[in-house]
């Protein structure tokens, strides 16, 4: 006679057995992480398509894929996935059709058209170029999207022709444009972006804007089909000014352009309401501040009447989308580290919450950010995410919030994540509440003491929030207790906060993170004798300029830094506007003012080991920044080390062996000086 072992006798026996240890997040698990973004639903809110991120240990990449999830049942169905990625989802009006772009690894790109009910695929353009701000016409029978138009390279001189068969070196490469590159791309080819129209059966993309100016989405057709209203960098001044950019309607016709709002201001995210009679767009008046907050403002379709909705938030909007009645709009702002979606009243201007706790595109580090989308039918989607979770797709209907996808619960339900916990701070300076963050270690005893890592954001207008984030875990996994915070500059408190370092940075962000740290001490578990500390871009800044102004710190690791602000201004990719935003004068009108806010000027007084890494291949805080640093310290005598990341931009964690190769060597120079023993498993 045979036995089978029940449901009830298999729980006696695992109750009767020792539980297993979950391990903390270790650097492998990397590559185990997908999170969600770009959410688009349906128009009647019964599917929501959104961009799967999942990493790849064969290629080391991220690996980017559409899915659909069901809103009610949760079931998921791919779309789009393989060895191309593929992105930017986007739904026919009637919801019978999804389209996207799928682009190969050479770059080539071409825009699909899944039927839902067929499960079929359409290529509806092929394209050298990737397209954006992909947009359906009113009919369902085009598509609108952007791309960039190449103009033939300046070439000075005739050339030489080189004889049949030999092989000579690559002519002249000739720059003479004010914008010649971008961080993440490298050299930027010689052209302007514009707005086509294509049949979503297949054809031939037709060119409907022109000139030597940029134009960008999003894309918003007119009821009727005939025209788009976008946005366009259209002044004589717009490669100078280049926050600077108006709105336009044009006709698919003719290309007959109608000047909506004036291009000598900044106006961004335009979007007609269904009814094509008013347009909603974020924008502010440009003082040459640091920091505007991006208010949100409604006018008519032929740009009269402007009119500033929620104008006493003192926070900054994004992403503006219409609600399928038009009675309302919704839209995306950051309040203490933390991203919500809120609905505007067109006819009241109340403000009232719909959703909260978003997260964005990102695994190392704890941005605040995140995406939603709205259905006709008012279905809201959102990338939802927590201190424990990356992000994953939730949805609010009803007022009821539900999530659809558990993302990464298989792998990091194996885990035992360090506790996200808040800290109270108030700064040195004037007492102000400065929001901070302790990870602590995963089984954190209170009555010991852990050494500690300051992990610093860059930006400097940015800001971090309870989300997660693999570096601050994987530093936790260590044995670190870790502490992050939203110092003066911080986005998401308004505008005078973030402007208290407007043309004094670094500043009086240097005291509240120390207060921060202060803080972590008196809660009795940090060793105050093991102190370190790290950050990235503007968290590189203040990490050299922290150990040029204290050496309570007993090792630093600065991440791709700008140490010498007359050098990084004149060679960022991003040069046109910092010296004018930042400085208020070029580096030429006032040299001594860029040296003392250098941290290159304070390196007389650094005695703290510092190690320094950047991305080979950086151009938004260049590559020399770093190398003059470590230059400086190899000259000084003082302990360093100058890693570069192989063919990385200034975001050095796209690929996961990058990004766990990164925390490893931050944690293995920690320990040479004190720090906790590197013993993870990798």
């Given at each position: ?78 779309v ?9 989802p ?31 695929v359409?290529?509806a ?25 190449p ?143 991006a ?20 926070r ?5 989308r ?27 201007g ?20 995140g ?137 009086t ?20 004798d ?57 580096p ?29 291949e950086?151009?938004?805080t ?9 230059g ?29 190769a ?6 293995a ?14």
């Amino acid at each position: 006679m045979k036995f089978g072992l029940t449901a009830f006798t298999w729980g006696l026996i695992l109750a009767g057995c020792p539980a297993v240890a979950a391990q903390p997040l270790q650097p492998r698990d990397l590559f185990g992480l997908s999170l969600a973004s770009a959410p688009a639903v349906r128009p009647d809110g019964s599917l929501v398509a959104y961009v799967r991120t999942a990493n790849d240990v064969m290629t080391d990449r991220g690996r980017k894929s559409i899915w659909l999830v069901d809103s009610r049942s949760g079931a998921t169905t791919a779309v789009a996935s393989g060895e191309d990625t593929a992105t930017q989802p986007a739904w026919s009006p009637d919801g019978s059709r999804l389209a996207f772009v799928q682009t190969d690894a050479k770059g080539a790109s071409v825009i699909n058209v899944y039927d839902i009910a067929g499960k079929t695929v359409v290529v509806a353009a092929k394209m050298a170029r990737s397209p954006g701000n992909l947009s359906w016409s009113p009919d369902g029978h085009r598509l609108a999207f952007t791309m960039a138009v190449p103009r033939p390279d300046t070439v000075f001189g005739t050339p030489l022709a080189p004889p049949d068969g030999a092989k000579w070196a690559a002519p002249l490469q000739v720059i003479d444009t004010l914008m010649y590159r971008d961080d993440g791309i490298g050299m930027r080819p010689p052209g302007f972006t514009h707005v086509f129209v294509v049949e979503a059966a297949g054809g031939v993309p037709k060119q409907v804007t022109s000139g030597d100016f940029d134009d960008d989405g999003p894309l918003s057709w007119t009821p009727d089909g005939a025209a788009i209203v976008f946005i366009g960098k259209r002044s004589p001044e717009a490669l100078r000014e280049p926050f600077h950019a108006g709105i336009y309607r044009v006709a698919i016709a003719d290309g007959a352009l109608a000047e909506l709002a004036t291009p000598a201001q900044p106006h961004g995210d335009a979007q007609l309401s269904p009814n094509g009679r008013q347009i909603a767009f974020i924008g502010h008046v440009d003082a040459h501040r640091s920091y505007e907050n991006a208010r949100l403002s409604v006018m008519d379709s032929d740009g009269s009447h402007v009119r500033t909705l929620a104008a006493t938030l003192d926070r900054s909007f994004e992403h503006p989308r219409w609600s399928g009645d038009g009675r309302s709009i919704y839209a995306a702002y950051a309040d203490h580290g933390i991203t919500k979606v809120a609905r505007i009243d067109i006819a009241t201007g109340k403000l009232s919450d719909v959703a909260t706790g978003l997260a964005g595109e990102g695994f190392d580090l704890p941005y605040s950010g995140g995406d939603f989308a709205v259905g006709r039918d008012g279905t809201l989607a959102f990338t939802q995410g927590a201190a424990d979770r990356p992000a994953d797709i939730a949805m609010v209907k009803g007022g009821k919030v539900t999530r659809l996808t558990r993302l990464n619960d298989a792998l990091l339900g194996q885990r035992t994540l360090g506790t996200v916990q808040p800290l109270a701070v108030k700064s040195s300076v004037d007492g102000a509440a400065i929001d901070t963050w302790l990870v602590l270690p995963p089984g954190f005893d209170p009555a010991r003491k852990y050494p500690l890592i300051l992990e610093i954001h860059g930006g400097p207008f940015a800001s971090y929030g309870p989300t997660f984030a693999s570096d601050g875990q994987l530093y936790a996994a260590a044995g670190y207790v870790v502490v992050y915070a939203n110092p003066r500059g911080s986005t998401s408190y308004g505008d005078s906060f973030a402007n208290g370092i407007d043309k004094s940075y670094p500043g009086t962000d240097y005291d509240d993170l120390m207060s921060a740290v202060d803080a972590a001490i008196a809660k009795g578990f940090v060793d105050k004798d093991r102190l370190y500390v790290t950050g990235g871009s503007g968290g590189g800044v203040l990490t050299t300029w922290i150990v040029g102004k204290t050496h309570r710190f007993r090792a630093a690791v600065a991440q791709k830094p700008v140490v010498n602000w007359s050098s990084e201004i004149l060679t960022s990719d991003i040069y046109p506007w910092m010296g004018k935003y930042w400085f208020g004068k070029q580096p030429w009108e006032d040299p001594q003012g860029y040296w003392a806010r250098s941290p290159l000027s304070l390196v007389g007084n650094v005695t703290t080991p510092t190690m320094v890494i950047v991305g080979g291949e950086d151009v938004r805080t260049p590559v020399a920044e770093s190398e003059q640093y470590y230059g400086a310290l190899q000259l000084r005598g003082v302990p360093t080390a100058l890693i570069k990341v192989p063919g990385a931009f200034h975001d050095m964690a796209l690929r996961p062996s990058h990004a766990a190769a990164k925390a490893n060597a931050v944690l293995a120079w920690f320990a040479r000086y004190g720090g906790a023993p590197t013993t993870v498993a990798q």
